[in-house]
């Protein structure tokens, strides 16, 4: 056989192999989750329950009889893992809560100050509530998110504080997946909202529009 005969008989024979796990299509939708089922394939979608895997009884008889881990090297290598996931959630975490309550919030607040001085002049000088009815409307849209992402800051502390006070990686690394994560999820939406409200002079951030066209 010649070389390129060989090499499309090996790809063909790989192709043919791979292909119950083959999905050429967005790996975070819900097709592949429903795809998945259907395969028989299993769809850990967090860290905490991906590294678990590590410890399961295929793997352990993988790393073990191939001379790569012992057993007690592996639950060390997974402990290792835990640990690293939660140190930069904490990490990311009270960065998170430092940019918003440092850096977003005060802008909000500050931008929100302009436009209630705006409409407090138009008041002043009797103009229709229609001709300022915009400005209320980003004012009141601008408290909202501000009081909801405030609240949100102050719940993720709480919880990572409670994480924090968890002394088996594997429990912490779930607390920190299960209740703190939300929390930083929910604070991204309200600080999504903010960046679309808040005039791009106000905002302390690069904002993401802007990511694509900065050199």
Not at 19 to 35: H, M, N, Q, R, V
Not at 126 to 136: F, G, I, K
Not at 203 to 215: A, G, T
């Amino acid at each position: 056989m010649d070389k390129d005969s060989a090499i499309l008989s090996v790809l063909k024979q790989y192709i043919t192999e791979s292909k119950p796990i083959l999905f050429e299509g967005d790996g975070y939708s819900d097709a592949w989750k429903e795809e998945a089922a259907r395969r028989g394939l299993s769809n850990t979608p967090n860290t905490p329950d991906a590294l678990s895997t590590y410890l399961s009884e295929e793997v352990l008889d993988l790393f073990t009889q191939s001379g790569v881990f012992t057993e007690r090297e592996l639950h060390a290598h997974y402990d290792v893992m835990c640990e690293s996931y939660n140190l930069k959630l904490q990490i990311e975490s009270r960065t998170l809560g430092e940019m918003v309550v440092n850096h977003i919030l005060p802008a909000a607040i500050r931008y929100q100050t302009m436009l209630a001085d705006n409409v407090a002049s138009l008041k002043a000088i009797e103009m229709p509530e229609e001709t300022y009815q915009a400005q209320l409307d980003v004012v009141r849209r601008i408290s909202e998110n501000v009081n909801r992402m405030k609240t949100s800051v102050e719940q993720m502390t709480t919880a990572r504080k409670e994480a924090n006070r968890i002394a088996h990686a594997i429990d912490k690394a779930m607390a920190y997946c299960n209740l703190v994560k939300p929390h930083m999820q929910e604070i991204r939406v309200y600080a999504d909202r903010l960046e679309y409200l808040v005039e791009d002079q106000e905002w302390p951030l690069v904002k993401y529009r802007e990511l694509m066209f900065l050199r």
